[in-house]
T-cell receptor, first 112, second 114 residues
C-alpha cells in the first residue's frame, strides 16, 4: 500500500484562488517532500520539510507538517494556469534509508 | 547542465520481446533509482543503486526484470520476456551525495507491450 495518501484525488479551482492538498502517511519519517508532475513529464521537486519543522515557505508554496497526525499540507497561493499538474508527497520511512515512497497524487486543474 | 537522460522516450514492443531501457544520471550523482508509474499502482520504486552497487531491489516485480549499472554514468533496466502488464512509464532518477534528499527525475520511457 502507498505510504502517502493525497487528498483530494482531484481538485479544480479558478485561476487566482488558493489550492490546498493534503498528504497522510503511516510511519515515522525523516523528511517529507512534495513533487509536481506535468502531463507526460518526469517529477520535479518542489519543497522539502524535515520532521523537526512545522512550516516552510518557498515562493507561492507553503508546506506544513504535523508529525503527531502524520500529515502534511501543500498550499499554492494565487494559482496560475501553469500550476495545472499532479502533485505528489514523498516520504523516507526509515532514518538513513534513501528510499522514497510516493503518495497517490492530487490532480490539480486551474481554470483560466 | 543536462538533467537525467532516458532513452528511448517511447517503446512499443510485442509480448515476449526483450526490452532495454537506458538512463544517464546527472554527473556527480551517486544514487540512481528506477521507478515504474501506472494508473493502478501509482509510482513504485523498483531498484536503486549507490556508487553503481544495487542496494535494494525488493521492488523488482519478477525475475523477468533486471537492472545494471556498469559505471557511474549509465544504467539499464531490462525486461525479458516482456508482457502486456509491463506497460507503464518507467522513470529513472538520480540524487547527489551528502545530505541532499531531493531526487532528480528523467522524462521517462513510455513502454507499451502489445
Amino acid at each position: 500500500s502507498q505510504q502517502g495518501e493525497e487528498d483530494p484525488q482531484a481538485l479544480s479551482i479558478q485561476e487566482g484562488e488558493n489550492a490546498t492538498m493534503n498528504c497522510s502517511y503511516k510511519t515515522s519519517i525523516n523528511n517529507l517532500q512534495w513533487y509536481r508532475q506535468n502531463s507526460g513529464r518526469g517529477l520535479v521537486h518542489l519543497i522539502l520539510i524535515r520532521s523537526n519543522e512545522r512550516e516552510k515557505h518557498s515562493g507561492r508554496l507553503r508546506v506544513t507538517l504535523d508529525t503527531s497526525k502524520k500529515s502534511s499540507s501543500l498550499l499554492i497561493t494565487a494559482s496560475r494556469a501553469a500550476d495545472t499538474a499532479s502533485y505528489f508527497c514523498a516520504t523516507d520511512p526509515n532514518f538513513g534509508n534513501e528510499k522514497l515512497t510516493f503518495g497517490t497524487g492530487t490532480r490539480l486543474t486551474i481554470i483560466p | 547542465d543536462a538533467g537525467v537522460i532516458q532513452s528511448p522516450r517511447h517503446e512499443v514492443t510485442e509480448m515476449g520481446q526483450e526490452v532495454t531501457l537506458r538512463c544517464k544520471p546527472i554527473s556527480g550523482h551517486d544514487y540512481l533509482f528506477w521507478y515504474r508509474q501506472t494508473m493502478m499502482r501509482g509510482l513504485e520504486l523498483l531498484i536503486y543503486f549507490n556508487n553503481n552497487v544495487p542496494i535494494d531491489d525488493s521492488g523488482m516485480p519478477e525475475d523477468r526484470f533486471s537492472a545494471k549499472m556498469p559505471n557511474a554514468s549509465f544504467s539499464t533496466l531490462k525486461i525479458q520476456p516482456s508482457e502486456p502488464r509491463d506497460s507503464a512509464v518507467y522513470f529513472c532518477a538520480s540524487r547527489p551525495p551528502g545530505l541532499v534528499d531531493e531526487q532528480f527525475f528523467g522524462p521517462g520511457t513510455r513502454l507499451t507491450v502489445l
